[in-house]
C-alpha cells in the first residue's frame, strides 16, 4: 500500500492538472494520494473524477501559507469543509496577498533590467488560483532569463535575494484551529526543511500547536536529511503526533521529487483519518468523504 499526502497540480504551482496528477499516481502505482495544491480547494472536484476513474483512493486536502514566530510555515489541511465561511475568508487572503505583491516583485525585476510584465506571469499561470512566485519563475524561464525555477528562485525570488517581496500568511496557530472547526486535521508540512536547529518550531511549540489541535507532523520530505527524519520522527512519538511522508510532486516544477519519492506507513495513515473522523463529528460539518476506488 502506497500512501503519498502531499502533491501540487496547476490549481497552484504543480505542471500537472488535477486529472494528469490522479492519472500519473496510478500510473506509478500510488494506492492512495492527497491533492494539497496551495491555499485552495481548486483541483478537488476533478481530481475526485479522476480518481473514482482509475482507482486511487483520494484524499482532499490543502497546503496553507502559515507564519509561526516570524517564520514561513506551512500547514497541510487534510478533509476540511471546503464551504465554511471563515476558512474560505483567511485563504482568500492568502490568496490576495499572493498577487497583490506581484506589482512589486515585478518591478524589481525590472530594475535589475529585465523586461517582465503582469501579462508574462498570467500567461504561464494558466488555471492556477493565485500568481505565486513559481509562475514568476516560469515567465524568466519562457524569457531565456534562467533556465529553471530552481535558478530562478536562486538569484531573483528567494529570501535575501534581490526580487523578494513578502507576503501575507496565515497565522498557524489560527489557522490549525480553523482546519478544526472545518472539521478537518492538520499536520506541519516539512517543518525543518533548511533550518533544522535555528527554526522557531522546537519540542517546545510543538506540544502548543498539539494543544491547540494539530495531528501530526511530516518527517519524511526531500528537504529532510536522514538525522532530521530521525529526530522529527521521536518528536512525533514523544508528543503522540502521527508521523507522515510525501513527495511534495509538483510535477516537472521540481526536480527530484517524484510521486511516492517518500511514503506514509498505513498505520499513520488510518490514525490520521481516524482524528479526522472525530474532527469531523466535534465541529459538526460534513466534510468531503474518501474517493474510494
Ligand atoms: P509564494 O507562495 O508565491 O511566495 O511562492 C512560494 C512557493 O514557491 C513555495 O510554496 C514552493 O512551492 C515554491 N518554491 C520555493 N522555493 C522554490 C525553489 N527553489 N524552486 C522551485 N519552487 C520553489
Ligand atoms: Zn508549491
Ligand atoms: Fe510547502
Ligand atoms: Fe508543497
Redesign the pocket.
Known sequence: MRIDLHT?SDR??GTMSPAELVEHAAEVGIDVLAITD?DCFAGWEEAARAATRVGVMLVRGI?I?CRFAGEST?LLGYLPDATYPPLLEELDRVLDG?NSRLPALLARLRELGIDIDIHDVRRVAGEAA??????V?DALVDLGVVVN??E???RF??PGRPAYVD?YAADLTEMIGLIAAAGGVSVVAHPWAGRHDSSALDAEAFAGLRAAGLAGLEVDHQDHSAATRAALRRLADDLDLVATGSS?F?GS??IDFDLGCNTTDVAQFERLMALAEVAAITAGRSTPALVTP
Open positions: 501540487h497552484s504551482d496551495h497546503e501559507s506551512h499572493r493565485a500568481m505565486g512566485r513559481p509562475h519563475a525555477r530552481d530562478a528562485f536562486a525570488l528567494g507576503r511534495d509538483h516544477g521540481k
